[in-house]
């Protein structure tokens, strides 16, 4: 299973990005999927999650600003929204298949103020 993403790079504070993760694999054959987070000198966070049925979940700090979906071309997606500096951080998506979790290279996202 190989995971892409792109979509990163730099942006102003308020701006929007989407982030793209292409995968492999039938990307619904995946039990769940998900986007980290990890800024420098922190730990990676879990940002948001969609699962095999499509329900999603998202971190406290994604709430109402970042949305997590995908589509049949095996890609999933996250839009973010009113982006705040401290949303800075290499951003990686995952996907569980059995019981291997499967990581992408990361795609960097920066933040100005």
């Known amino acids: 299973v190989q995971l892409v993403e792109s979509g990163g790079g730099l942006v102003q504070a308020g701006g929007s990005l989407r982030l793209s993760c292409a995968a492999s694999?039938?990307?619904?054959?995946?039990?769940?999927m998900g986007w980290y987070r990890q800024a420098p000198g922190k730990q990676r966070e879990l940002v948001a999650t969609?699962?095999?049925?499509?329900?999603t979940d998202y971190y406290d700090s994604a709430k109402g600003r970042f949305t997590i979906s995908r589509d049949r071309s095996n890609t999933m997606y996250l839009q973010m929204r009113d982006l705040k500096v401290e949303d800075t951080a290499v951003y990686f998506c995952?996907?569980?298949?059995?019981?291997?979790?499967?990581w992408g290279q990361g795609t960097q996202v920066t933040v100005s103020s």
């Open positions: 694999e039938n990307i619904f054959s995946f039990k769940v």
């Open positions: 995952s996907a569980a298949l059995g019981s291997i979790v499967y």
């Open positions: 969609i699962t095999a049925g499509g329900s």
